[in-house]
């Protein structure tokens, strides 16, 4: 069969490498892709936003399956055109990808139907927010309503704080329409979870859990980012936590969406904190985590062409989901100065150190190709994952691996999985 990948970061190229282990995969074409990529598939110089083109190409091309891996496209309604052309796709449709695209929407929902989550209030316009703020206890969260590829999330610390978080957000729109509309919730204190799942409007499967840093700098200090890191699993994802989940969080935000008129199939991401009172809903995203992906996936057992069909078709209760019994860490490489400015251009080396070592991979989130160069392209750059019996070695494979690479202005956080040392 013929696959299309639409997306060009570290969790589109951990996808591509899970469907090229696929043995009914002939070949695989991807949408814009990236240079890592473009060494498991095709790459064709098509946008994530441009639909008509997509869906064009897919036809043209005989496409059996499209996966889309972005929160833009999804949210955007690219399922629904893909299906309107009579083509299959993996992922949910646009109404059932609110549930990222608005926090308003997914908070309110959460409420509706008693799943547990911080208190939080909708606010539509600044002078409200504001007031708010002024009887409000503090520290608490404020957040754009809309996508903001990670960022749009300010933890404020004082009154003042919160005033210009609201002003950057709300009317110098720093974050753009995201914007539109703010959260603002109470800040909970615990220990930050990841568990991806698969979904097919029903039925859920739960994947290995993992833990992100979204800070920028060592410590969690510094600017939020797109995610300078992860691990696999949680040793703070305990039995009991799963049970918790399983019954009060994941199956109740299915049924949830379902009852909505909103049935989903594909992939939520629930981003979980697990406090005093216990676990509770920090977020919800409608597609794999990046870079989550990149220490899941390679955990995965099954054929994920399988999974993903099985929730197409609504028979995912037949899959029987498995994951090693291993760990895996991910550390980005990013460019210096990564959020705010950075340089693009430098050559990178040391890629072929990767090639033929099994348990280690190096992921391209922000790399292209400069005549036979590889060259630095974004602000994180590469996705250095390592696999190890348990989640210290994995951690020190992973770290070993990252001194295979170098390119000017290459950053990374020294301190990914460090809580590991405290489990």
């Known amino acids: 069969m013929k ?3 639409v997306g060009s970061g570290g969790r589109e190229h951990a996808i591509a490498a899970s469907v090229a282990k696929s043995s009914r995969v002939d070949k695989i074409y991807c949408a814009p892709g990236n240079a890592g990529i473009g060494q498991l598939a095709e790459c064709v110089p098509i946008g994530a936003m441009e639909f008509d083109k997509i869906v064009g190409f897919a036809k043209e091309k005989e496409i059996d399956l499209t996966i889309v891996g972005m ?29 990222e695209g608005s926090k308003a929407f997914s908070k309110d929902l959460m409420k509706k139907y ?5 208190a939080y209030e909708n606010f539509d316009h600044p002078q409200d927010a504001l007031a708010y703020l002024e009887k409000a206890d503090f520290p608490l969260v404020l957040k754009a309503d809309g996508l903001a590829l990670g960022k749009g999330v300010l933890i404020c610390q004082s009154l003042e704080e919160a005033k210009e978080g609201v002003k950057a957000i709300m009317l110098d729109k720093q974050f753009g329409t995201a914007g539109n509309r703010l959260v603002i919730e109470e800040f909970m204190q615990g220990r930050e979870v990841s568990v991806l799942s698969y979904v097919d409007g029903k039925t859920i499967k739960t994947m290995t859990s993992a833990q992100d840093h979204k800070r920028a700098g060592d410590g969690d200090t510094g600017l939020n980012t797109g995610g300078m890191g992860t691990f696999s699993p949680s040793p703070f994802y305990t039995p009991e936590v799963d049970d918790f989940c399983q019954k009060h969080i994941y199956q109740p935000t299915v049924e949830a969406m379902a009852a909505e008129g909103r049935p989903f199939q594909g992939i939520i991401f629930f981003g979980l904190m697990l406090t005093e009172k216990g676990p509770k809903v920090l977020e919800y995203n409608a597609r794999f985590g990046d870079p989550e992906a990149q220490v899941v996936l390679p955990r995965m057992k099954n054929d994920i062409i399988e999974v993903m069909e099985a929730c197409i078709d609504g028979r995912l209760e037949e899959i029987d989901l498995q994951f090693e019994d291993n760990a895996a860490v991910c550390v980005v490489l990013a460019s210096q100065g990564y959020p705010v400015q950075y340089e693009k251009g430098f050559v990178i080396s040391g890629l072929e150190q990767f090639e033929g070592k099994d348990g280690y991979y190096c992921f391209h989130a922000g790399t292209s190709r400069s005549g036979e160069d590889i060259v630095t392209n974004g602000g994180r750059v590469l996705g250095i994952t390592a696999k190890g019996r348990d989640l210290k070695e994995a951690r020190a494979n992973a770290y070993q691996a990252t001194e295979w690479i170098s390119f000017d202005n290459k950053y990374m956080r020294q301190d990914i999985g460090k809580a590991i040392d405290e489990a």
């Open 3 to 5: 696959v299309l990948i």
């Open 71 to 99: 929160d833009d496209p999804l949210v955007g309604g690219l399922i629904d055109e893909l299906e309107a052309a009579g083509l299959r796709a993996f992922g949910p449709r646009k109404n059932a990808a609110i549930l």
């Open 114 to 118: 008693g799943i547990p989550t911080a």
